[in-house]
């Protein structure tokens, strides 16, 4: 992150081996360092000195310094990671790379988070509970989207055939019903649907002979 090498030897005239891993600055002693770095910890908090981020511990800060030096930098987009890891799991991406793959219906993505986050689906863990008629939701912006029934939000209502859906993007796909629109080609043979889960079951079902 910062040159740990023949910078530290000498500046006017004094040797100054002691480096703040926050900002860079070298000190001739390690208690000057020591009281250097308070101004990093306003609060007991770990202050970037590039933006307004802070941090409970020190390790936490150094990570995140790496994303205003580009020590994890992308190659093929420039975004800069915090971490290796981090770097890889944002290369897998561009490559199309996705090592975890769900065990109940063979969907794959590029983190162990992501399809943590997917497993919900399966598991059936709905921690969101409505408190107006006790419906349960994986997530908590289904919930939030569901609580415009109760309030009579009309802002995704069909103005063809007044049918409401709790969510833009339901009212969205339902509209294709009336327009007759099919966005979602299959790259195989050309067949046509109105959403993009009906296209993969069918690519799966059909051409790959999955059931």
Known sequence: MYDTGESEVKHSGKLRPHLC???GKRFTTKSYLNKHGRKHRADGWFSCTKCDKKYPCHSSLVQHMNIHTGKFKCTECGRSCHNSQGLLIHQWSHAG???FECLVCQKRFTSSG???VHSRI???EKSYICGLCDEAFSY????TAHMRVHVGDESFKCHMCNKMFDRRGSLKVHMRVHTGEKPFDCYICGKSFTQS???KMHILRIH????
């Open 21 to 23: 891993t926050t900002c």
């Open 97 to 99: 790379v996705k090592p």
């Open 114 to 116: 992501n399809l943590d």
């Open 122 to 124: 399966h598991n059936r």
């Open 140 to 143: 908590s912006r289904s919930l």
């Open 197 to 199: 889960g009906n296209l």
């Open 208 to 211: 790959l002979g999955r059931s």
